[in-house]
């Protein structure tokens, strides 16, 4: 029988405090401090800020080229290069690319010294009018400069949460939303989206989640079958 909303929700609070103890979230002061700039490059290098990999290709792009205008007139396989060479996806150059682009045009410049993160309302609506941000980008964004429970249902989030029940395969981006709203505080949303991509990243990978190693193989659909299959 498939589970209730309630049970759903109760599984999505065991699945945070299991995470909890196992990666311990940084408070928000503890992200790098960087500008709403780098923040758009870094959320456009991979959908999980929070892949080790995304620090390490922002590093090389910032040390690598003499600035971010350099990195837009770099060729899209120069960068696609870099990004595998830090083992994230190539395709994700032409959003770095794209965004630079977007920002150069519309401000004849590369720089957004005059949007801060302290102004959230200001950033939703700039990244908002980005043709180059998509939605579950701009959300990510957010939910790392504000107090929000709208964590961003990119795919590290819907794998983990799929394969723990906490949504269905089905499941629509609102109805995945709409399952961490309900249940978490807007302080609780960071951690969350922090504790869910560290674990997308560590364990639960998406082909060989590594089960046998993983806290949550009790109370998680996938987890119970990979390790007891049912006859
Ligand atoms: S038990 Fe396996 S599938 Fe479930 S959350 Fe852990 S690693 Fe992912």
Redesign the pocket.
Known sequence: MEATFTQRQNLLKKTLQTLGKQYKAPARGAMPSIDMLELIMWTSISDNPFNPNVKRAFKKLVNEYVDWNEVRITSTNELGELLTGCKLEASHAINIKNAAQEIFHRENRLSLDFLSPKRPADVRKYIGEMKSIPEAQANTIMILITDSADVPPIAAVRR?AQ??GIVFENSTDNAVRLVFKKTLQKIQGFSAFYLICQ?AYA??KETG???SA?D??KI?E??KE?ISPRK
Do not use: D, S, Y
């Open positions: 983990v394969r723990i674990h364990l639960c989640p590594r089960c993983c949550l193989n998680c996938f987890g990979k």
